[in-house]
């Protein structure tokens, strides 16, 4: 018969069983065998027997019995299931016992971990839908402002209805870049954007960029140049588009924020081993020591990066770090008000 350990009245009963048992066998057994013996210590040992009997018994199924118990707390907080190893521990039920406060608390403690995360979550959620319908009202209202004016006649006056339209397309590229680097970020936060790890000559695809974002430079009389000529290819290992697009958004900034009429825009590369490290750096106004912690969260400008560039979404960093740590990389920035600002990153050798 299979006893059930967790109901105290059966256990209960059984111990009475036993014990009434016992005491009937002993009884008869001093009383027929060792009929001649002294009643006191007949009923000595009889007591003896009994209490040894009583204590092993107790203790036996006391055990079973809070161990039963504490078996189902444990199922419930365990998020594993109870591995082969702490069935075998089924003899130490005392180990278990004396185990279980330790448990109950360090559970405890990773449920209000977790709790703590979910609630950070939560505010970051909604602190994020509150940056991004406030990033996107501004171009809507543009284009709404500007809609309205042509529509109230604007549309039949040539001094206003071209320059207009043209205002109205360039608020809807901004709707645009902030639509797509939200994607990107919401892809990459959501871990859907796969590495496509290749080897390449990161001196190749740098220069590529360069030449992509030459006419932009060449307008806010920013130079774009290596720090020196690279003759022999610098092959790591990466994947090339979001490589390229880290690219982008540094150069970007660097050109966005160099310095106004004398703009120069160094990339540069350094040999560490197993890792390079690349370098981008410009003589634009720099930032203060306390902004540069900020500058990767999502959305963050600087008061002068509000004001001198209307074009920037706030993501592009952020997405430039996501990029990065994907590749299990580091990134780091260095800034001198007024000198300007370097972006250091590392990539894996091939
Ligand atoms: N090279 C730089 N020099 C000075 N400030 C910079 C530079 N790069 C970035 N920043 C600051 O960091 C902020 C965040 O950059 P980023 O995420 O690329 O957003 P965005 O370019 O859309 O403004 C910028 O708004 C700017 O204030
Ligand atoms: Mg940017």
Not at 258 to 271: L, M, R
Request: hydrophobic share 40%; glycine share 6%; charged share 25%.
């Amino acid at each position: 018969m299979k006893t059930d350990y967790s109901n105290p009245r059966k256990l209960a009963f059984i111990n009475a069983l036993f014990i009434f048992i016992s005491a009937v066998i002993s009884g008869l057994f001093y009383t027929i065998v060792l009929e001649y013996w002294p009643v006191w210590l007949k009923v000595f040992i009889t007591g003896m027997v009994l209490a040894i009997l009583a204590f092993f018994l107790f203790q036996y199924t006391l055990d079973r019995f809070i161990y039963s118990k504490v078996r189902l707390i444990y199922k419930s907080i365990r998020t594993q299931k109870i591995a082969g190893k702490d069935k075998n521990r089924r003899s130490s039920h005392t180990e278990t016992l004396d185990n279980v406060y330790q448990e109950v608390e360090n559970w405890n403690k990773s449920r209000s971990q977790e709790i703590a995360e979910l609630k950070r979550m939560a505010d970051y959620r909604r602190e994020f839908l509150g940056n991004i319908s406030h990033e996107l009202k501004a171009p809507i209202f543009n284009i709404q402002g500007y809609v309205l004016t042509l529509l109230d006649g604007g549309l039949e006056d040539p001094s206003i209805n071209k320059d207009y339209l043209l205002r109205t397309e360039s608020s809807i590229n901004r709707l645009i870049a902030i639509v797509e680097d939200l994607e990107t970020i919401s892809k990459l936060e959501a871990g859907e954007l796969k590495l496509n790890l290749t080897k390449l000559d990161v001196t190749i695809l740098a220069g590529e960029v360069m030449d992509f974002l030459e006419i932009k430079a060449r307008k806010r009389k920013n130079t774009l140049f290596f720090n020196q000529q690279y003759e022999k290819p610098i092959l790591v290992i990466a994947d090339k588009d979001q490589l390229r697009q880290v690219f982008i958004n540094l150069i970007d900034n660097a050109i966005k924020y160099g310095h106004p009429q004398k703009g120069s825009t160094k990339i540069s590369f350094f040999d560490m081993d197993d890792h390079l490290l690349v370098e981008v750096t410009d003589n634009g106004s720099g930032m203060e020591t306390n902004e540069l912690t900020r500058i990767f969260e999502r959305f963050y400008r600087t008061d002068k990066g509000r004001s001198r560039e209307q074009g920037g979404t706030g993501l592009g960093l952020a997405i430039v770090k996501h990029i990065i740590e994907a590749h299990e990389q580091t990134i780091n920035v260095r800034s001198t008000p007024g000198v300007g600002t370097t972006f250091a990153f590392t990539l894996k050798k091939a």
